[in-house]
Each structure stands twice: as C-alpha cells, then as structure tokens.
T-cell receptor, first 114, second 113 residues
Framework: KAGVTQTPRYLIKTRGQQVTLSCSPI?????VSWYQQTPGQGLQFLFE???????NKGNFPGRFSGRQFSNSRSEMNVSTLELGDSALYLC?????????????FGDGTRLSIL | QKEVEQNSGPLSVPEGAIASLNCTYS??????FFWYRQYSGKSPELIMS????GDKEDGRFTAQLNKASQYVSLLIRDSQPSDSATYLCAVSRADTGGFKTIFGAGTRLFVKA
C-alpha cells in the first residue's frame, strides 16, 4: 500500500511569492492534516480536511489556506511568503473511525524562503 | 500549561540500556495516544498506539498509559544507537466535527555505543 505522497520535496521561493504544496493520502484515508515544523516551534497544526471540508484550523494567518478534493488529495497554499515561512511542511492522513486512528506522515516539503 | 508536555532532553543512555520517555497531557477527555519517532531530516514515523490504561508491548517498545494521572510513557528496551532520534508524543480527543490531535515538542534520545 502506497504511503502518503507529498510534492514537491524541496522548494525555494522569494518573499512575496506564493506556493502550493500537494498531498496524496494513503488509499482509503479521508482525513488529511497539515503541519508546519520548524526547529524552534516543533510540529504546529495548520488545518485538517475531511470529505472536502475543513474541520479544524490552527492559529495561522489567513495567508495559509488549503483544500481537499473529492479523491481526498489535498493542497496547501501560502500567499505573500515571508522569511519566517521557511519550514518543513508535513501532511498526514488517517483512517476515520469511531476513535481517532493514528496519523501517517508523508516525507514533507522543505520550503526555503530567500 | 502546554496541552502535551515532554522533556526536551537530550536523554542519553548507553547501548543495551532501557530508555524511558515520558509525556503528560492536560485534557482529561483525551482518548487516543501515539508515539512517533523522527530521525533528523525525516518525517515522523508511528511507533505505538495505545487507547486503554496499562501496558502495550511491541517488540522492544512498551507504551504505558495512566489516564488518571494523565501520563503516557514509552520504554525502549535494549536500546540501540539506531534508536537515536526525537520521540514525539501525540494525544487525540474527539472535537467538534472530528478529532483533534496535539503533538508534544518531542524528546531527543541519544544512545551511546
């Protein structure tokens, strides 16, 4: 069974640009969550999507947005990039059930802002 | 108070010893508990899930849960240098519209050969 696939793996952008990251969950997983990870802040929750709807959102500015498609694939967009947005962006999918199932992470997209 | 707290470490143990990693959480209605291992430059990898009080063993790993004390731990027996990584504790509970999972900041473990 294929794991969570994130593209691209690496990205270099400049301040003010925008970026779109993609995530394909494990087949059958309908919940997709996005996280930002930096050395100083650890894993910070961005948002979670389920059945094309955003169910939960973390404390990030509106520049960070996402969406989920009918096949459960998800995209995350960051507009007006800032230097502080340099981070590893992780996508995780899980199988929805009566109790929370563990999340399985992709390899991440490492975003560098120049 | 952070929702999920872990000692940042580093925790250093000799090869062959037992490494004990601890995690406390603040929300009493938390239902699901997970341990992840993250090597430097890599993404988190699920090691253990535990849902009920008590111990759960999987190979060299044992997860322990005490909901009354709001405490979950991970024991690694016969620690190997390859176990050197950051270990993340994650706690999940039902939330409006689904489940909410909170990760601790992680404990760095060094296993000395």
């Amino acid at each position: 069974k294929a794991g969570v696939t994130q593209t691209p793996r690496y990205l270099i952008k400049t301040r003010g640009q925008q970026v779109t990251l993609s995530c394909s969950p494990i087949s059958g997983h309908r919940s997709v969550s996005w996280y930002q990870q930096t050395p100083g802040q650890g894993l910070q929750f961005l948002f979670e999507y389920f059945s094309e709807t955003q169910r939960n959102k973390g404390n990030f500015p509106g520049r960070f947005s996402g969406r989920q498609f009918s096949n459960s694939r998800s995209e995350m967009n960051v507009s007006t990039l800032e230097l502080g947005d340099s981070a590893l962006y992780l996508c995780a999918s899980s199988l929805e059930g009566l109790r929370n199932q563990p999340q399985h992470f992709g390899d991440g997209t490492r975003l560098s802002i120049l | 108070q952070k929702e999920v707290e872990q000692n940042s470490g580093p925790l250093s143990v000799p090869e062959g010893a037992i490494a004990s990693l601890n995690c406390t959480y603040s929300d009493r209605v938390s239902q699901s508990f997970f341990w992840y291992r993250q090597y430097s430059g890599k993404s988190p990898e699920l090691i253990m899930s535990i849902y009920s009080n008590g111990d759960k063993e999987d190979g060299r790993f044992t997860a322990q849960l005490n909901k009354a004390s709001q405490y979950v731990s991970l024991l690694i027996r016969d620690s190997q240098p390859s176990d050197s990584a950051t270990y993340l504790c994650a706690v999940s509970r039902a939330d409006t519209g689904g489940f909410k999972t909170i990760f601790g900041a992680g404990t760095r473990l060094f296993v000395k050969a």
